[in-house]
């Protein structure tokens, strides 16, 4: 299983950008996908997840009301809609699979996901 993340960016506090992260390699699975995210000097941090079927979702407080994750089953790509962004979103962003979660389940904590993505770069500036 391959994860690819992009579509970050710079931008100015206030503005959005939509981050994508593309599965292959999964022909088989329902995975649950999470959004996580590490801050210079920071630990990796959960941002959002979705699961299979519903779907259902799950945010980190600081992003409720900002930010989108929704999937696209047809091309097996996970997004992640950031609004309203602010100086402290910046970090790299990392899209991760999770393979055995129930299809209706998605987790918040790094060690339920089995297949990361490379990350992708957020800058917000002030």
């Known amino acids: 299983v391959q994860l690819q993340a992009f579509g970050g960016g710079l931008v100015q506090a206030g503005e959005s950008l939509r981050l994508s992260c593309v599965i292959s390699g999964s022909t088989f699975s329902r995975p649950a996908v999470g959004w996580f995210r590490q801050a210079p000097g920071k630990l990796r941090e959960f941002v959002a997840s979705?699961?299979?079927?519903?779907?259902?979702?799950w945010y980190e407080d600081s992003v409720k009301g900002r930010f989108t994750i929704s999937r696209d089953a047809a091309t097996n790509t996970v997004y992640l809609q950031m609004n309203n962004l602010k100086f402290e979103d910046t970090a790299v962003y990392f899209c991760?699979?999770?393979?055995?979660?129930?299809?209706?389940?998605?987790?918040?904590?790094?060690?339920?996901?089995?297949?990361w993505g490379q990350g992708t770069q957020v800058t917000v500036s002030s």
């Open positions: 991760a699979a999770d393979l055995t979660a129930s299809t209706t389940v998605a987790g918040v904590r790094e060690y339920e996901y089995d297949y």
């Open positions: 979705i699961s299979w079927h519903g779907p259902n979702t």
